[in-house]
């Protein structure tokens, strides 16, 4: 039995000490003894989540778990990495200890430890999250009349009801189509005010959290819980 679950950083498990151990996914995984495919991505929209599922083969999965997330997110294709080097050098500003506390991750995982003087990797295009609450998110490198661009972006144009409309249109794309090749699934989300049906709402306070707003590793257990009763 194969499950893939496509989301953002709740997803993927971001401030648990061994996410691909102590997630959700994995621990549903292990109680229906299916080979867990994770493809959950800290910082992605729900743009990024509806590509990565178009790009996944998804008739080889017998169970899909989608996890849409904050609306407002967006996404856009940064061809020559300028944005990745930007938002780089804003996280060593803003947090010099970052590399320092990447370590513990590396570690476990057998590579070798990041030094904070450590030189950037090459970089190359890719696609780029935006987050309006996050200002390294924001800050890409690409200025207009003095004000980063995705900044006059989300105090010029955006709308919350552009919000929405991308939010329906993802949710029906991946529903219908995991509907209509019969393959079990559930739809859950983070946003409290959706008015999308999913099957559950992540976003709730009976769920322990960790410093940084995600669920802990005892919120993973008991958001197992609830999907296992709806399975």
């Given at each position: 039995?194969?499950?893939?679950?496509?989301?953002c950083s709740w997803a993927f498990g971001d401030e648990l000490d061994d996410p691909s151990k102590e997630c959700f996914s994995t621990i549903v995984g292990n109680r229906i003894n299916a080979e867990v495919t994770n493809l959950g991505w800290n910082g992605i929209s729900n743009h990024g989540i509806a590509r990565k599922?178009?790009?996944?083969?998804?008739?080889?999965?017998?169970?899909?778990?989608?996890?849409?997330?904050?609306?407002?997110?967006?996404?856009?294709?940064?061809?020559?990495?300028?944005?990745?080097?930007?938002?780089r050098q804003l996280?060593?500003?803003?947090?010099?200890?970052?590399?320092?506390?990447?370590?513990?991750?590396?570690?476990?995982?057998?590579?070798?430890?990041?030094?904070?003087?450590?030189?950037?990797?090459?970089?190359?295009s890719s696609w780029e999250n935006i987050l309006v609450d996050r200002e390294h998110f924001?800050?890409?490198?690409?200025?207009?009349?003095g004000k980063e661009w995705w900044i006059r972006y989300y105090e010029e144009l955006y709308h919350d009801k552009y919000g929405e409309?991308?939010?329906m249109l993802f949710f029906h794309l991946m529903k219908n189509k995991l509907t209509n090749m019969s393959i079990p699934h559930l739809m859950m989300t983070i946003n409290?005010?959706?008015?999308?049906?999913?099957?559950?709402?992540?976003?709730?306070?009976?769920y322990p959290r960790a410093k940084g707003n995600?669920?802990?590793?005892?919120?993973?257990?008991?958001?197992?819980?609830d999907i296992m009763n709806l399975l």
């Open positions: 039995m194969k499950l893939l679950i496509v989301g599922f178009l790009e996944s083969d998804i008739s080889v999965f017998d169970l899909v778990l989608v996890q849409m997330t904050q609306p407002s997110r967006t996404e856009y294709y940064d061809k020559g990495g300028r944005a990745t080097y930007n938002k996280q060593k500003k803003l947090d010099p200890n970052k590399f320092l506390r990447g370590n513990v991750y590396r570690a476990k995982k057998g590579l070798p430890p990041l030094m904070p003087n450590h030189k950037d990797p090459v970089i190359k924001m800050s890409t490198g690409h200025i207009m009349d409309s991308d939010e409290k005010k959706t008015k999308m049906p999913f099957d559950l709402q992540l976003n709730k306070s009976k995600h669920p802990n590793k005892i919120g993973h257990i008991m958001i197992a819980r």
